[in-house]
């Protein structure tokens, strides 16, 4: 190699070798994540009006197209309606599974795109005394509960995190407090220097609520929503129930995280411009730096 050629090769390894140093340091800081997340109890799909899914269904896609999230945890969405989205929604894949066992019943799906993201690890457990047990109730309640979870690698970053996805009981308090318990737990096997993100329809208030106590202050997760440096609807009711909006500020739809850098950005997405509503619920969104 000529001399001048190999001095300029010379020059620009010595510059760049603060930076693979750092690289190939184990105590480095790691890259930094930031991921926009969607929760959305897309409400189960029906034939019939008012509110049939054929009707709703356009609205939906607009909205989600319209807030661009990365990765979308839904709640109550049958496996043809998933199916549906997943057409809609070409950038996304999904993961899930039906809560009675296969395709049948309501899923905790996630969506995420598939440019960015690849699943390493998910699976699925029920809100009972026995959650490897499909379909399992032992709570009282009426309705089969469970949690969806998927691990992530950001390929922008190289970084990996974990997403879980739930939907608790609407009608017993106890169920609620006890499948907040078992999540509690189960968040403590998970591996402690990974971002984990927990979203769902917990069908009772954030900050006054037992459920909410329980995974916050004692499973440690930060409710994204006080953090964010900016808030938009801060005083919808997070469930519409096809009405007008009522401003109570009640978010029973959440976005935990567990220890954030910051949260850039939070709302509760109005249906404006949209008919009819794409949902009995508002989704929530959030902007989540690790």
């Given at each position: 190699m000529p001399l001048p050629r190999f001095l300029s090769v010379?020059?620009?390894?010595?510059a760049a070798a603060p930076g693979l140093l750092r690289?190939?340091?184990p105590a480095a800081a790691p890259a930094p994540l930031e991921l926009r997340v969607m929760t959305y109890n897309v409400r189960y799909a029906s034939p019939r009006p008012p509110n049939a899914w054929p009707e709703r269904r356009p609205a939906m896609r607009a909205l989600i197209?319209?807030?661009d999230p990365d990765v979308i945890g839904t709640q109550e969405g049958l496996y043809g309606q998933l199916r549906d989205l997943a057409a809609?929604?070409?950038a996304y894949d999904w993961i899930g599974l039906g809560r009675e066992g296969g395709s049948r019943g309501e899923f905790m799906a996630v969506f995420y795109r598939r440019d960015r993201f690849e699943p390493v690890?998910?699976?699925h457990f029920w809100l009972s005394d026995t959650p490897a047990v499909i379909g399992s109730i032992t709570w009282g309640h009426r309705y089969h509960r469970m949690v969806t979870w998927v691990r992530f690698r950001d390929r922008r970053s190289g970084r990996e995190f974990?997403?879980?996805n739930t939907h608790l009981d609407h009608e017993v308090e106890d169920a609620r407090q006890r499948a907040a318990g078992l999540i509690r737990d189960r968040l403590a096997l998970a591996d402690p220097a990974v971002p984990l993100l927990l979203v769902g329809d917990f069908n009772c208030a954030a900050g006054a609520s037992r459920a909410h106590e329980i995974l916050t202050r004692e499973a440690g997760l930060a409710d994204t929503w006080p953090l964010a440096a900016r808030r938009r609807n801060a005083d919808f009711n997070t469930f519409n129930g096809f009405a007008p909006v009522r401003r109570e500020s009640v978010r029973i739809d959440w976005i935990l995280a567990r220890?954030?850098?910051a949260v850039t950005e939070a709302a509760i997405v109005d249906h404006d411009?949209?008919?009819p509503a794409p949902s009995d619920h508002f989704a929530v969104t959030a902007t989540v730096r690790f």
């Open positions: 010379l020059a620009a390894l010595v690289a190939a340091d197209a319209r807030e809609d929604l070409p690890a998910f699976d974990e997403f879980w220890r954030p850098a411009g949209l008919a």
